[in-house]
């Protein structure tokens, strides 16, 4: 479990010549009770690692399709604490890692030590904080090491080389690379220089790199790849659970199986 879960998975999909693809959902949107079988779903579709959100009041990373997902699950009484416990439950039937998506609030709440306990009691193998400072992180990233679960670092458009030095050298499990400037949300395009962009991410780390916000597309997990090791798609896919449309997710995680054909 933990890192070593990550890690396997992603030099699975790698060694066969495929990208990876991670979708995010957002952890009781439609019900916590839904969980299991959302996170099954994907699996089956071909996911190598499953991003959850985990829902907070004050989204700042999230565009508006994630927000709306977060609301939902916080009307309906979803917690970090009942989120963990879902997990915990189907945690024996679980063959997929599993990365939390949480704001640095509800982790400081909850205490940075039981949080990482209870994460790995969970099966949690990663966990990305978006809002978090590098230079503050340690709290956490020390829990969360004793653990042994994984503590994913994020690469902006805008993080100067000693930054990205920084972040390349810390990260465990992958490096997140955003693609766009702002919040998430399905994009029709993407900057000309991201494929630069990704490149030189690529040239700083060992660690596999994956390409996050606006993916929305076959065409946009084609575009990417060619430069990373694999996307992550979150609004797309949470509208599309929304919608019910399992078709059109089985064809958007199959697209980075055939990214690089």
Do not use: W
Not at 207 to 216: E, I, L, N, Q, R
């Amino acid at each position: 479990m933990g890192k070593f879960s990550i890690d396997t998975a992603i030099q699975r999909v790698l060694d066969k010549g495929d990208k990876a693809f991670v979708p995010y959902i957002m952890a009781g949107d439609g019900g916590l009770d839904q969980l299991e079988s959302q996170i099954r779903l994907l699996a089956n579709a071909g996911a190598t690692i499953i991003e959850l959100g985990i829902p907070f009041s004050d989204p700042v990373a999230d565009g508006p399709t994630i927000q709306a997902a977060g609301q939902r699950a916080l009307t309906s009484g979803v917690t970090l604490k009942k989120v963990l416990d879902e997990l915990k439950r189907f945690k024996e039937s679980r063959d997929i890692p599993i990365v939390l998506m949480t704001y640095i609030n509800p982790v400081f709440t909850y205490g940075p030590k039981r949080f990482a306990e209870d994460c790995e009691a969970s099966g949690v193998d990663g966990v990305i904080v978006p809002d978090v400072p590098l230079e503050e992180s340690d709290l956490v990233s020390n829990a969360l090491k004793e653990h042994e679960i994984a503590f994913i670092r994020l690469a902006t458009l805008t993080s100067t080389p000693d930054r990205l030095a920084k972040i390349a050298e810390q990260t465990e499990g992958f490096l997140y690379a955003v693609t766009i400037n702002g919040i998430t949300g399905v994009q029709n395009r993407f900057g000309d220089q991201l494929g630069n962009h990704l490149t030189n991410i690529k040239q700083q780390t060992d660690k596999p790199v994956f390409a996050g916000f606006g993916v929305s597309s076959p065409e946009h997990v084609r575009e990417l790849t060619a430069y990373c090791d694999g996307v992550i798609v979150g609004s797309k896919i949470v509208d599309l659970l929304h919608q019910g449309n399992e078709e059109e997710i089985q064809t958007l995680i199959q697209s980075a199986k055939t990214a690089h054909v």
